[in-house]
């Protein structure tokens, strides 16, 4: 353990809860519905996970098993088999969610920073969940470190416990803040999602639904081989391109409401006036 190794752990953590955070404040005054979108994509996320969670467990990996594929494969076709199913698995049980959350619970907030702010409380507060989690291990593993670790730990776990927390901060400094560089790819990739969903439920066209799936899919199927296969920095790497590109390309195609955008006057606030023009006023309009 050094004292940078101890920083930049703490950094992570605190940017993987500060930046949501700082996220949600700075939108949530903006467009309208205030707060509400935010805290119900957050909700939304976790009533997902309720499903996606279980579903992985109990029938997603018994089911591959039973077909001959290798859960624990670091290579080969088992492991993209498995990536391909995880990632379809998470693209269904979240797009599907995001979906009916923006379709009815969110039917009467229309406008256009309506997906931005429900993309961020979705994405948000799986950060910010990840976040304490790391948070809550950086402080177990230094706990442990001390001289208590005898008096917390059976014995005959620790060996096992030394060995993690030797491989805990043997990790390289430059792979300390993998993790909020990671929420940050990831918060990108749901709000573009947002937008795209968002653009279904208002053009009646599940085209866009299918293509978040797709992509949520595509995503998270490289983040699984990935992370087995690839340097953790040219992952994250790979991950910020295609999340980045896929905010800027939703971002573009976005559904606008006009009322947000455009400073035009309601109907019925329209008022046309008719001035009287002389004959005078005719003949001198005329051109010669």
Known sequence: MTIIGMILRILNAGLMIGIPVAAALLIYKRGKSGFRPIWI????FILSQVGHIPFNQFLMVPGLKALGVDVAAQGGISLWVLGVAAGLSAG????????????????KDTHTLLPLK???GHGGVEALLLGLLALFALIQVVVLSGDSLEALVP???????????????????????LGAAERISAMAFHI???ILVYKSVRTKNLLYLIIAVLGHAVLDAVAVVGVRQLDF???EGILFIF???????????????PEDDLDLPAPGQVQISAAQVSTEQIEESRYD
Not at 159 to 165: C, H, K, N, P, R
């Open 243 to 257: 999340a980045a590109g896929w905010l800027y390309w939703a971002w573009r195609i976005r559904e606008i409401d």
């Open 192 to 194: 573009g999602a947002s």
């Open 118 to 120: 429900y993309g961020i």
């Open 155 to 177: 014995p005959e776990q620790i060996e096992l416990a030394l060995s993690q927390i030797e491989t805990y901060w043997a990790v390289p400094w430059y792979h300390s803040l």
């Open 41 to 44: 994509g957050a909700a939304v």
């Open 233 to 235: 920095l040219l992952l």
């Open 92 to 107: 269904v049980f979240e797009e599907v969610a995001r979906y009916l959350a923006l379709k009815f619970w969110l039917k």
